[in-house]
């Protein structure tokens, strides 16, 4: 007796069903139970290793693909594999229970590789489905605060804690937040709240460690990296922090030793580039320093730190006519800082400009507070106009429209172009400086000093304090700017540039000792560039 086709498939499906249960397994493709239990605990322990493998089980079980879809991709992304996760998370719908998931995970790949408009409708989506889920604001929050929209992501944050106070995610996002905005010590109190819920947190622990680190508590860093390594050994970021504090300790091999340990995870980070090649420098492989400084000056070409560094490791090796091409690129600015200027005045000496040399190293003696210089536009003013015509609300075509405004002296079409700017980004502190940097060169100083209160309401950062600082001495109130420079230490205790500011703004008004005390902070950390 034969068979048709059709009856064959029929009792394949019969002993399908029947092999099912007797196994326990999925009927029509259900998920089991456990094994999606087991995959949501290893998620929630960030753990996507062991969530993998009960979501492969009960695909290999008959479970349909779409009801494991979410927490499939949300496990691939946990360890890094955007590739895989993406075609899971775009290869079909979600059972509708995870839904929500699923859009929050396809809008976290593309605000992961800075697709941020691909990444706000995938956030829609899911938040039409579940609007008050916390962990989805934390997203929305990253999203806003990448897309420049700090006000925003502000109060994206602030609903994340609302909803879920113990959200470890959320408390984090919120101590980021409030130190882009305060400063580090009123972000340590959140990170805590974290550490409460979440003891074991890996990135609520990296992030206390890091501001720690800054507020130069070493010791308690070195504690909270030590926890760090023993819950999730091999962390890069643990590794990188503690090669920071060898390095700061005088400790340059075991620096480096730290740092090897990495291997290429951290190749592309500019702060580990810089990291390198000062200890590269410090070991004596000038040449290797060299490398180093030239890959970040690639990625970060206006990165004067880097630039400095470059410029001393290529003369150590003699190398005068490449340390002057890289010193020359900003020595002929006005705005150069004096340490830029004497290295240029070696490197021209080492090539027998003795002249040229001369004016460099003139220039770097001298002292007071230097003008606002804008930074030239390097393209005809009308190139420049079509191409801001074409989108005027981005800062990518505004900035070197204004640069180029104020470069042929018509400073006042350049605030009205940088105050368009500003309207259509309210939350983006960066738009804010901008108008207070128009301002600034079209002879508005008292314009300036508001607009930089303003952006330090939503961004009170380093570049904010400097022009605050600067304005505020130009409109003559240098008591206020120095009460100013000693806020932003009393929440960042030890930064350098501010200890500067506050030794420059001391001695301004003829406070010595004041200037001396920093002055001594600066000296025995080091801080202070070789005369």
Not at 37 to 56: H, S, T
Not at 118 to 128: E, I, L, N, T
Not at 335 to 356: I, N, Q, S
Request: hydrophobic content about 50%; overall charge positive.
């Amino acid at each position: 007796m034969t068979c048709s086709s059709n009856t064959i498939s029929i009792a394949r499906i019969a002993a399908a069903a029947l092999t099912a249960l007797v196994l326990g397994g999925p009927v029509r493709g259900d998920v089991p139970a456990d094994l999606l239990a087991r995959a949501r605990v290893a998620i929630a322990k960030r753990d996507g290793i062991a969530a993998e493998a009960p979501l492969r089980a009960a695909l290999r079980q008959g479970a349909k693909a779409d009801d494991v879809r979410a927490e499939l991709g949300e496990a691939l992304l946990l360890q890094g594999d955007r590739r895989e996760a993406r075609q899971v998370l775009y290869g079909g719908d979600f059972r509708p229970e995870s839904a929500a998931l699923g859009w929050q995970l396809r809008g976290r790949i593309e605000l992961i590789e800075g697709r941020l408009a691909a990444a706000g409708a995938a956030f829609d989506q899911s938040w039409r489905i579940a609007p008050d889920n916390a962990s989805l604001w934390v997203d929305i929050g990253r999203l806003r605060f990448s897309g420049g929209e700090q006000a925003q992501a502000i109060e994206a944050a602030e609903r994340a804690v609302k909803l879920d106070p113990k959200n470890p995610r959320a408390l984090e996002l919120r101590g980021l937040l409030v130190r882009e905005q305060f400063g580090l010590q009123a972000a340590l109190p959140w990170f805590e709240a974290g550490l409460r819920s979440a003891p074991d947190d890996a990135g609520l622990l990296g992030e206390y460690a890091a501001t720690l680190g800054d507020m130069g508590q070493y010791r308690a860093m070195l504690v909270v990296c030590r926890k760090l390594a023993k819950v999730d050994p091999g962390n890069v970021r643990a590794l990188y922090l503690q090669a920071v504090l060898a390095a700061r300790a005088g400790q340059t091999d075991l620096a480096r030793k730290i740092l090897l340990q990495t291997g290429t995870a951290l190749r592309d980070m500019p702060a580990a580039m810089l990291l390198n090649g000062i200890l590269e420098y410090r070991a004596g492989n000038a040449n290797l320093a060299v490398g180093h400084f030239d890959r970040l000056l690639r990625v970060q070409p206006d990165n004067l730190q880097a630039r400095m560094l470059m410029v001393r490791a290529l003369e150590l090796q003699g190398l005068h006519q490449q340390a002057s091409e890289i010193a020359l690129v900003w020595a002929r600015q006005g705005f150069a800082p004096p340490y830029l200027l004497a290295l240029a005045g070696d490197a021209r000496a080492g090539l027998g400009e003795r002249a040229e040399s001369a004016v460099f190293r003139q220039r770097a003696l001298a002292g007071g507070q230097r003008p606002a210089i804008a930074i030239g536009a390097n393209q005809p003013l009308p190139v420049l106009a079509l191409a801001y015509g074409d989108a005027p609300n981005f800062a990518a075509n505004a900035v070197p429209y204004i640069r180029g405004l104020i470069e042929s002296g018509d400073a006042d079409q350049a605030v009205a172009v940088a105050d368009r700017l500003r309207l259509a980004n309210p939350g983006a502190a960066e738009a804010w400086l901008l108008a207070g940097d128009a301002r600034l060169m079209a002879g508005d100083r008292i314009g300036a000093l508001d607009q930089y209160g303003r952006a330090a309401s939503i961004r009170f950062n380093l570049p904010t304090l400097q022009r605050i600082d600067h304005a505020m001495r130009l409109v003559g109130q240098p008591a206020e700017a120095n009460a100013m420079v000693a806020r932003y230490l009393r929440q960042n205790p030890g930064n350098p540039q501010a200890l500067k500011l506050l030794s420059a703004g001391r001695a301004a008004i003829g406070d010595g000792n004041g200037a001396g005390l920093a002055e001594a902070i600066l000296v025995g950390r080091g801080l202070r560039n070789p005369s």
